[in-house]
């Protein structure tokens, strides 16, 4: 059985020196799979040679961070953000995401973002995060969401549109409108490492149906120990923790949860 880890940031400048390490640490807890998301033209690009390197392990997944989709016209407007934009527009950044569609495991991460970007530019992330949206159901391929202070119009619109395959990355809104993500979209949700130190995370790892339930890292971010960097192989401390949380062997749970996997992606983890 294989463990895996659906939203990893590989490429990130506190891991991408190590990923040799990194990634030997993560065969060594067990890994076979690690789905590295892209955030932009430029990430997608590094994600791509890294997965080329490492194919047994590393699976792309080319995305739009949904606030580098609006961050020229946020930069223009004098809003500041930690990253400055990159040298490519919104448009840009969606035919990048469809120029290597077909190499990609999922397309992610996209979303809607409403902690860092202001209203007024709401409508031109929307159009942007549809037109991504209808690449991924063009090519038959899953969705790997991030959505913050916007997951319920997310969820109108992704009901909309019709897509099924998604997967919601480090859900943060209420859990009662995770089970109903779950339930009426059909959609998965993944799990991050610090879920014994979250509320809200072992809430779900509880009551979600356990056939839509996935493992995620989002490392760097989200250790399981505050002030340490994370990585891929500390999903299986997640994965020890829902064996607890479901009165199941930690076999059981990772048999259930490569199940789900290959539900979403099509492929074994």
């Given amino acids: 059985m294989g463990l895996f880890d659906v939203h990893a940031h590989l490429t990130h400048p506190r891991l991408l020196p190590r990923a040799e390490d990194v990634l030997a640490n993560a065969r060594a807890a067990g890994l076979t799979s690690i789905i590295s998301n892209g955030l932009n033209p ?58 290597r569609v077909g190499g990609a495991i999922a397309v992610g991460e996209i979303g809607l973002d409403g902690y860092w970007v202001p209203q007024e530019f709401w409508d031109r992330q929307e159009q942007l995060f549809r037109r991504l949206v209808q ?51 059909g959609h998965h949700l993944s799990i991050p490492a610090n879920a014994r130190r979250s509320e809200s995370f072992t809430r779900m790892l509880q009551t979600l149906p356990r056939e839509q339930i996935l493992l995620e890292t989002d490392c760097p971010y989200l250790p399981p120990e505050r002030d340490t960097t994370n990585e891929p192989a500390t999903v299986a401390g997640t994965c020890a923790y829902a064996a607890e949380l479901w009165g199941e062997t930690v076999d059981g749970v990772r048999a259930q949860l490569e199940d789900n996997y290959q539900a979403l992606f099509g492929v074994p983890a």
């Fill in 135 to 185: 690449i991924a159901l063009d090519h038959d391929k899953p969705i790997i969401i991030h959505t913050r202070k916007r997951e319920r119009r997310t969820f109108e619109i992704l009901e909309e549109m019709g897509a099924r395959r998604v997967n919601w990355h480090c859900f943060g809104s209420k859990v009662k409108l995770a089970r109903r993500i779950a339930g009426e979209l």
């Fill in 42 to 99: 430029e990430d997608n690009g590094a994600v791509e040679r890294l997965a080329a390197a490492h194919p047994d392990l590393v699976r792309p997944a080319y995305g739009l961070y949904p606030v580098d989709a609006v961050l020229p016209e946020m930069s223009a407007a004098g809003i500041e953000y930690p990253r400055a934009p990159g040298p490519w527009t919104g448009e840009d950044a969606v035919e990048d995401v469809r120029a």
